[in-house]
Structure formats: structure tokens, C-alpha cells
């Protein structure tokens, strides 16, 4: 399973933007970057993928640098709601499961 | 919008028994997963479950455990014979087609005394 580095916590103030970082420098030219989170007591939540271009969607942006050893998930304006542990998790299409690591804590402070 | 469903929300029970966690995928996926978090660790990949046959399995997924989709939208894992070490909270996920996005339960938390 590919490997991917993160920051054990970050910190925001509330409706500010939040750019989470994540290094994956072994990834292969196939896998995709998925970014989940997990808020307290709940299971993880989808929040958005890639493979090589720029994402956007209704909860974040992702951005991945050229060489796709990196990439940037971006909350535009974080809120309480946003406090959670998030995931850059990277799959190769020829297996399902995803293998988690210890993830970003961000805190959002009001 | 629908969503995966997980019960019991919580389950307690003695070493050495036999325990069942259930799982309702969303009713049109056709891959389903287990995973499990150990308090204050990271989530792990367990198994996952294709055309009624396990497709892939980790290093976790002893013979103490199994899974099964006994009917058209349940889906079970079974521990044979609980150990404390099993405490932790359980997951399941499915997705509709190979490739897509997982989608999580609330999980289930189960404690091993």
C-alpha cells in the first residue's frame, strides 16, 4: 500500500481558508488521491479525489502538484463543522480497499 | 440520500463469545468492506466482499472472523470467539462499481470484556 505523509494537526480560525498538506512521493502513475474525513464518532466521509488535474467540489478543492508527489486539499472557509481528522489515502484502481494513515486533526477555532 | 446502516450502534459483550455486527450497504452497491479503529488509532482494512466471495483480506482477518450476505441486503461479520483485543469500533463500506468512491456506516462500537 502506497504510502502518504500529513501533518499530525493543523489549526484554522473559523471562515478562514485551510489548506491541509499531504507528501506521497512513491505514488505510482495509476493511483488515484482520495481525501476522506472522519468527524468525532462518526465513520469516515468522502470528501474529494483526484488523479492528475485540479478538483472542485461543493466541500473542497484539491490541488495536485505537477510531479503528483503532493497535493492540497483546500477549504475555502472552515467552520465548526469542519473539525475533524482528514485522510489523503491513495488507491490503485486494481484494488478497492483503502488503506488509511494517522491523518491531519484540524481544529477550527471560533 | 442514501446511506449505509449499521447495528447495533454499540455491543458489549464477554471474552470467548460469538458476536455478530450488521451491515445494510446502499441497495444498489455491489462491493462491501469491513474496517476497524481501535480507539485512538487509525482506521484498517479488514476484508472485502465481492459476488458473495471474499476478493481481498488483511493480515487481521483471522479465522476468527467471517463474513456473509445471508439475504439480498444485509451484510455480516462474525466473530467466532472475541478477544479484548477485538474492542473497537467497526465500519462497514460499499461502493456500486470497482473504482468509485467508498461509502462509510455510522460503525458500530464494540467492547470485549
Known amino acids: 500500500d502506497a504510502k502518504t505523509t500529513q501533518p499530525n494537526s493543523m489549526e484554522s480560525n473559523e471562515e478562514e481558508p485551510v489548506h491541509l498538506p499531504c507528501n506521497h512521493s512513491?505514488?505510482?502513475?495509476?493511483?488515484?488521491i482520495h481525501w476522506y474525513r472522519q468527524l468525532p464518532s462518526q465513520g469516515p466521509e468522502y470528501v474529494i479525489h483526484g488523479l492528475t488535474s485540479n478538483v472542485n467540489n461543493r466541500m473542497a478543492s484539491l490541488a495536485i502538484a505537477e510531479d503528483r508527489k503532493s497535493s492540497t486539499l483546500i477549504l475555502h472557509r472552515a467552520t465548526l463543522r469542519d473539525a475533524a481528522v482528514y485522510y489523503c489515502?491513495?488507491?490503485?484502481?486494481?484494488?478497492?480497499?483503502?488503506?488509511f494513515g494517522t491523518g491531519t486533526s484540524l481544529t477550527v477555532i471560533p | 440520500e442514501p446511506e449505509v446502516t449499521q447495528t447495533p450502534s454499540h455491543q458489549v459483550t464477554q471474552m470467548g463469545q460469538e458476536v455478530i455486527l450488521r451491515c445494510v450497504p446502499i441497495?444498489?452497491?455491489?462491493?462491501f468492506y469491513w474496517y476497524r479503529q481501535i480507539l485512538g488509532q487509525k482506521v484498517e482494512f479488514l476484508v472485502s466482499f465481492y459476488n458473495n466471495e471474499i476478493s481481498e483480506k488483511s493480515e487481521i482477518f483471522d479465522d476468527q472472523f467471517s463474513v456473509e450476505r445471508p439475504d439480498g441486503s444485509n451484510f455480516t461479520l462474525k466473530i467466532r470467539s472475541t478477544k479484548l483485543e477485538d474492542s473497537a469500533m467497526y465500519f462497514c463500506?460499499?461502493?456500486?462499481?470497482?473504482?468509485?468512491?467508498?461509502?462509510f456506516g455510522p460503525g458500530t462500537r464494540l467492547l470485549v470484556l
Open positions: 512513491t505514488i505510482s502513475g495509476t493511483d488515484y
Open positions: 463500506a460499499s461502493i456500486k462499481l470497482e473504482g468509485e468512491t467508498q461509502y
Open positions: 489515502i491513495l488507491r490503485d484502481p486494481r484494488g478497492n480497499q483503502f488503506y
Open positions: 441497495s444498489n452497491h455491489l462491493y
